[in-house]
């Protein structure tokens, strides 16, 4: 971490993740009040041990800084940002994809989890999929919330744990869910309300729970021989922006078969088709931080959302299509302490064990339809009582 001065970044928080502390500084109260509203159940409480390993970030807003101008800091990088709209989404996702990518005594994948009677149940899906939205449809059914974003497995006790960072909703989703009464006075954070689980249905929040049933959601109008990990992959990655220097030193890269800039969300998107996505994607990023080139996002799949208009649908699928589902939702990446430092790099090791880990769940995919159908269909599976 670069040092700064106090009074550079006087304000901060605390918080722990599992096996890895995090230091947050601002040089705005208003950004660490955020973050104590988002990660409340995070927050180190005085009494942990502060000989883990530790990572520190810096979100300075304005420009009397080293660097004069709105600028991020991760650990040990740098993130200059010539866009100042870009700070908000920066402070959201990147230091949480910072803080992922160091955690070891867990997989981190991304997911909803709830619970009921200690067994617990991973909803896995690509976005615009209703995750979240079944999600607390089965909290307001009864089931305990572990998550709406993250499945926490434990690699020593086998469970899902907890990753209660506060939920990110739009007010329909609330309505839709039997909660609009929970949208008032709650803090809005990049065009969603910033909430609590025990602001959205008090006494909901769960315990680390055996890993029962993997649920993987599905759009009925995909086509069936879809495979985004083919000999040839496609992604999306989401940059600040595009110039021809940037463009040529992609196509340069050597499984690189195709690339194109599109407009995405308002920022230019590098669209890509490559063999090896993996290495090729850790390639693009060293380019784009050479050319000071902001990685926004990366998007695996395509952002195709479902109509929700066909009946919802269960299927029975096999483990290691399940395990296959959850190591493409893997957080952290080809950056990932977890993949790099303890299973060498091999993501067959990683595999391995996370398929040893999900081995007794029961694996199905869920055809998205009408919320009430999906949620009926999960509580049948799970043998929790259909309202």
Same mark, same amino acid.
């Given at each position: 971490?670069?040092?700064?001065?106090?009074?550079?970044?006087?304000?901060?928080?605390?918080?722990?993740?599992?096996?890895?502390?995090?230091?947050?500084?601002? !040089?705005?109260?208003?950004?660490?009040?955020?973050?104590?509203?988002?990660?409340?159940?995070?927050?180190? !409480?005085?009494?942990?041990?502060?000989?883990?390993?530790?990572?520190?970030?810096?979100?300075?807003?304005?420009?009397?800084?080293?660097?004069?101008? +709105?600028?991020?800091?991760?650990?040990?990088? #740098?993130?200059?940002?010539?866009?100042?709209?870009?700070?908000?989404?920066?402070?959201?996702?990147?230091?949480?994809?910072?803080?992922?990518?160091?955690?070891?005594?867990?997989?981190?994948?991304?997911?909803?989890?709830?619970?009921?009677?200690?067994?617990?149940?991973?909803?896995?899906?690509?976005?615009?999929?209703?995750?979240?939205?079944?999600?607390?449809?089965?909290?307001?059914?009864?089931?305990?919330?572990?998550?709406?974003?993250?499945?926490?497995?434990?690699?020593? !006790?086998?469970?899902?744990?907890?990753?209660?960072?506060?939920?990110?909703?739009? +007010?329909?989703?609330?309505?839709?869910?039997?909660?609009?009464?929970?949208?008032?006075?709650?803090?809005?954070?990049?065009?969603?309300?910033?909430?609590?689980?025990?602001?959205?249905?008090?006494?909901? +929040?769960?315990?680390?729970?055996?890993?029962?049933?993997?649920?993987?959601?599905?759009?009925?109008?995909?086509?069936?021989?879809?495979?985004?990990?083919?000999?040839?992959?496609?992604?999306?990655?989401?940059?600040?922006?595009?110039?021809?220097?940037?463009?040529?030193? #992609?196509?340069?890269?050597?499984? #690189?078969?195709?690339?194109?800039?599109?407009?995405?969300?308002?920022?230019?998107?590098?669209?890509?088709?490559?063999?090896?996505?993996?290495?090729?994607?850790?390639?693009?990023?060293?380019?784009?931080?050479?050319?000071?080139?902001?990685?926004?996002?990366?998007?695996?799949?395509?952002?195709?959302?479902?109509?929700?208009?066909?009946?919802?649908?269960?299927?029975?699928?096999?483990?290691?299509?399940?395990?296959?589902?959850?190591?493409?939702?893997?957080?952290?990446?080809?950056?990932?302490?977890?993949?790099?430092?303890?299973?060498?790099?091999?993501?067959?090791?990683?595999?391995?064990?996370?398929?040893?880990?999900?081995?007794?769940?029961?694996?199905?995919?869920?055809?998205?339809?009408?919320?009430?159908?999906?949620?009926?269909?999960?509580?049948?599976?799970?043998?929790?009582?259909?309202?």
């Amino acid at each position: 971490m670069i040092s700064l001065p106090t009074t550079t970044a006087p304000h901060q928080i605390r918080l722990h993740f599992f096996d890895l502390d995090a230091l947050i500084r601002s !040089d705005s109260s208003a950004y660490i009040h955020l973050f104590s509203k988002m990660y409340r159940r995070f927050r180190a !409480d005085g009494t942990t041990p502060l000989n883990r390993p530790q990572v520190e970030f810096a979100v300075l807003t304005g420009s009397d800084n080293p660097w004069g101008q +709105p600028t991020m800091l991760l650990d040990r990088d #740098v993130r200059p940002l010539r866009d100042p709209r870009l700070l908000k989404a920066y402070a959201y996702d990147g230091i949480l994809n910072a803080i992922v990518a160091e955690v070891r005594s867990h997989f981190l994948i991304h997911a909803g989890v709830v619970s009921y009677g200690g067994r617990g149940v991973i909803l896995a899906a690509d976005s615009g999929h209703g995750k979240t939205t079944l999600v607390l449809e089965l909290i307001r059914r009864g089931f305990k919330f572990l998550s709406d974003e993250m499945a926490a497995l434990g690699r020593t !006790d086998g469970c899902v744990h907890p990753f209660p960072r506060s939920l990110r909703v739009r +007010p329909g989703t609330l309505e839709l869910t039997g909660f609009a009464e929970a949208a008032s006075g709650a803090p809005e954070w990049l065009g969603k309300l910033l909430l609590d689980i025990d602001e959205i249905q008090p006494g909901s +929040p769960g315990e680390p729970a055996e890993i029962s049933h993997i649920i993987i959601l599905q759009d009925p109008d995909a086509p069936a021989n879809q495979n985004p990990d083919g000999p040839e992959r496609q992604m999306g990655v989401l940059v600040d922006r595009v110039d021809e220097a940037l463009l040529a030193a #992609v196509r340069r890269i050597e499984d #690189v078969t195709e690339v194109h800039p599109d407009v995405e969300r308002g920022y230019p998107t590098l669209r890509v088709r490559a063999a090896h996505r993996m290495s090729v994607l850790a390639e693009i990023e060293t380019i784009c931080q050479g050319q000071q080139v902001l990685v926004l996002d990366v998007i695996k799949r395509p952002e195709t959302q479902p109509a929700f208009d066909q009946p919802a649908r269960l299927e029975a699928i096999s483990k290691s299509r399940a395990v296959m589902e959850l190591l493409r939702r893997f957080q952290g990446g080809h950056k990932s302490a977890l993949l790099q430092e303890e299973f060498g790099g091999s993501s067959s090791r990683l595999f391995l064990e996370l398929a040893a880990l999900v081995g007794r769940a029961d694996c199905h995919q869920l055809f998205v339809g009408p919320l009430h159908e999906m949620a009926d269909l999960v509580c049948g599976l799970v043998n929790y009582p259909v309202v």
